[in-house]
Structure formats: structure tokens, C-alpha cells
């Protein structure tokens, strides 16, 4: 069987495309190896991870009211001003904890709470760390804040690659004291927030350990690229405008990279105009970006001169 190192990137709801990519690479009989994501892109590679199959994730993906993610209670909940306020204290429109309870449950159903449950080196999450101004690829540099990597729960590691800024709390976590002293700072808490922001593909993530192997293993990038990426957005506020901005900046930071180097390992996905934080999904909408995820695998892998089948 042929195996493939994946690396999956972000973007909101439309990672149900990345779902039905996935299927069509399992009917080819491909094997993934080791995966990587960010964002929704981390979600994907989480389930994979634990052992879901495409189908698998495609009935839960379609039985998940993902607006179910996004309640706020008390005075946030008033009309303009609760949002406002709530971001202010805060510093997100929602919480993120209903996203993060829904995939505790889900990797808890395959035995899967931290990363020690997982074969060594299986999963990659990336995430950004905005009080230090660093990518953080995890669970690995878990080690810097003074925690054991292989004990961190996944769950959190998705929660915080999905932390889009202003739209889910930043997920804080206490800065190891000796670096703090170290390096003269006063601040205790790190924030951390959606991978996208620093790298929403990380297609580099496995490339310095298949150099020099005699038989590496082939990286495949899933990206969704859609038609609206030149579209004009309506921007009627702070929070349509900080949107605009979020998606423009996971569009095109990783894009030069792609399409200097790697177009020839990675699967581009039409997201049919869907945006990223569109969670209000119709089922017609849901099975379009699944079809579309499924077709461009298809082309990509029975390419006759495919990479994922030669030596890199």
C-alpha cells in the first residue's frame, strides 16, 4: 500500500471539501502516514489521526449544526452591543469551548484524549503564539511554556489552531517561568490563535526530515482555493471588516510558497464561492464542497505521473 505524509489547510467550513479529498485518496488505496493541518485543516487531520475513514467524518460533519459553535449567553447576547462587549473583555465573538467539547468527544470515541494515545509524531498542529510573536507547531513546542508535549489533550491543540482572531477566544496558557526570567518579561500569559495567521499551509512541515532518506515518503498538500478569492466583500463594520481582512491574509501568505515550489504535490480544491466563516451551511452546499474536494483528488492522484507514487 502507498502512504503519503498529508498536510491539510484551513478554512472554516469549507473544510468538508477537504473531507471528500480524503475519500477519494483512501479508494486509491493511499495511506496517510503522518499529518499536519491548521485550523479546520488541524480538525481533518486530528480525526484522521485518531482513526476516522472519510465516510466516517462526512456523517458527522453533516449532523453537526456548526452555528450550535457559535453562542454567546448573558448581555452578550444583545444586539451590537453584547458582540462589542464581548470582544472587548473577552477578545472573541464566541468562545470556542462548544468546538472544543465536540472534538474531545469525537477523538474520546477512538481512545484518543492526548497525544501520547497517538503513534509518535503521527500529528502536527499548527497554531500561533500572538504575545510572542511565533508559529507554534504542536505538541512539540508545548516544551517552551514548561509542559509535557506527549500530555497535552488534542482536543485543545485544534481548539487553539482554530481560535480565528475577534471570532473565538484566544486560548491563553501560562508562560514557563524560567523563560520569563530569562528573557527580562513581565507578561504571564501567552496568547495563542488560529495557525492560519502565520501559516494556514504548512506544506513544509515534513520536508527536512525526508531529506537524505533513501525511501521518503511523499508530501501531499489538500488547499481549497475558491472563486471568490477575487470577488469584492461588503464591508459593514468592525467585524465584516476584521473577516475580510482574516480571510485575505489565509488566501495569500502561503500562496507564493505554493506556487513557486509545490504545485506539482498539491490538490487545489474549488470552494464554489463559500467562505470561510459561512456557518450556516445548506446540505446542498455541504455535498457540493464534498463533491468538490472528491473530483480534485481524483484528477490529482490518477495523474499517470502522480507524485504521491514516485520517489521524491
Not at 527536512?208 to 475558491?226: F, K, L, N, S
Not at 489565509?250 to 470561510?276: C, S, W
Amino acid at each position: 500500500m502507498t502512504s503519503i505524509n498529508a498536510v491539510f489547510e484551513g478554512g472554516g467550513v469549507k473544510g468538508i471539501s477537504l473531507v471528500g479529498a480524503v475519500c477519494a485518496t483512501e479508494e486509491r488505496g493511499i495511506a496517510f502516514h503522518r499529518l499536519a493541518g491548521t485550523s479546520s485543516g488541524s480538525i481533518i487531520a486530528a480525526l484522521l489521526a485518531a482513526g476516522y475513514n472519510a465516510l466516517e467524518m462526512k456523517d458527522i460533519i453533516e449532523t453537526t449544526p456548526f452555528r450550535s459553535f457559535l453562542k454567546r449567553g448573558g448581555l452578550y447576547r444583545v444586539n451590537v452591543i453584547g458582540p462589542a462587549i464581548r470582544v472587548f473583555v473577552k477578545q472573541g465573538l464566541y468562545s470556542g469551548e462548544a468546538l472544543m467539547l465536540w472534538m474531545t468527544r469525537l477523538l474520546e470515541e477512538k481512545g484518543v484524549r492526548t497525544f501520547a494515545d497517538l503513534p509518535k509524531d503521527k500529528l502536527r498542529i499548527v497554531a500561533s503564539d500572538i504575545t510572542n510573536g511565533k508559529l507554534l507547531v504542536l505538541p512539540d513546542d508545548m516544551k517552551n511554556y514548561g509542559l509535557d508535549p506527549m500530555r497535552m489533550p488534542v482536543a485543545a491543540a485544534v481548539r487553539m489552531s482554530t481560535s480565528i482572531p475577534y471570532f473565538f477566544d484566544p486560548v491563553r496558557i501560562r508562560m514557563n517561568e524560567r523563560s520569563l526570567l530569562r528573557n527580562g518579561k513581565k507578561k504571564v500569559w501567552a496568547y495563542i490563535v488560529d495557525g492560519g495567521l502565520l501559516s494556514n499551509f504548512p506544506l513544509w512541515m515534513f520536508d527536512t526530515e525526508q531529506r537524505g532518506v533513501d525511501h521518503p515518503i511523499a508530501t501531499i498538500g489538500y488547499q481549497m482555493v475558491g472563486k471568490n478569492e477575487t470577488e469584492p466583500r461588503i464591508i459593514r463594520g468592525p467585524v465584516s471588516m476584521f473577516q475580510a481582512m482574516f480571510e485575505t491574509m489565509l488566501q495569500a501568505h502561503d500562496e507564493r510558497y505554493i506556487e513557486k515550489q509545490n504545485r506539482d504535490r498539491t490538490v487545489k480544491i474549488p470552494t464554489l464561492g463559500i467562505r470561510t466563516t459561512d456557518f450556516h451551511l445548506s446540505k446542498e452546499e455541504s455535498d457540493a464542497l464534498f463533491c468538490s474536494g472528491y473530483e480534485a483528488a481524483s484528477e490529482f492522484f490518477d495523474e499517470p505521473d502522480c507524485c504521491a507514487f514516485k520517489k521524491s
